[in-house]
């Protein structure tokens, strides 16, 4: 029961496990290599939000609106980056109601090092697949993700004719 070995050649090629498997090498990897070695109070869930901010700032909105997550989950985040110094929250110039991300010089340090680390880790996904094939996977999983973003805003839950055949 739940034996690797004995599942069918099949379901070794599905999908939403595949990229389940990935997701969660990916965070051990940079809870190992990123988060926990530089900056201790940095962990994997501040990785998404605080690259996103990147060098030239971010609004609360648009940053929200860019990881698809709500303001009040990237809100939260935000705090615990504030409190790590990593962050500051400065009202627009040209909007006071626009709350503007910055990182601060240490979050811009961290950002580079975390940039760095990235980097290298695709140089040997690069070696292990070769560089083309690493090129085309990105470029799938981007066009996976613009598919979701469509379809996950335009599909009902349970209106396509499969699941109603069930």
């Known amino acids: 029961m739940g034996d690797y070995c004995s599942i069918s050649e099949d379901s070794k090629r599905?999908?939403?496990?595949l990229i389940y498997l990935l997701k969660r090498f990916i965070d051990e990897w940079s809870s190992k290599k990123l988060c926990v070695v530089h900056h201790p109070g940095f962990n994997s869930a501040h990785l998404p939000l605080f690259m996103s901010i990147g060098t030239a700032g971010i609004s609360n909105n648009a940053l929200a609106a860019k990881l698809n997550v709500?303001?009040?989950?990237?809100?939260?985040?935000?705090?615990?980056?504030?409190?790590?110094?990593?962050?500051?929250?400065?009202?627009?110039?040209?909007?006071?109601?626009?709350?503007?991300?910055?990182?601060?010089?240490e979050g811009t340090k961290f950002y580079q090092y975390l940039k760095n680390q990235v980097t290298e880790l695709e140089t040997m996904y690069k070696k292990e697949v070769g560089a083309k094939n690493y090129e085309i996977a990105i470029?799938?999983?981007?066009?996976?993700?613009?598919?979701?973003?469509?379809?996950?805003?335009?599909?009902?839950?349970?209106?396509t004719p499969e699941l109603e055949k069930v």
């Open 139 to 159: 470029d799938v999983m981007l066009k996976l993700i613009n598919f979701h973003e469509s379809y996950n805003c335009t599909a009902s839950i349970n209106t």
């Open 70 to 105: 709500s303001k009040q989950a990237t809100s939260k985040i935000i705090k615990e980056l504030e409190s790590l110094n990593m962050v500051r929250s400065d009202k627009s110039p040209d909007d006071a109601r626009v709350v503007m991300l910055h990182l601060t010089e």
């Open 14 to 17: 599905v999908a939403p496990k």
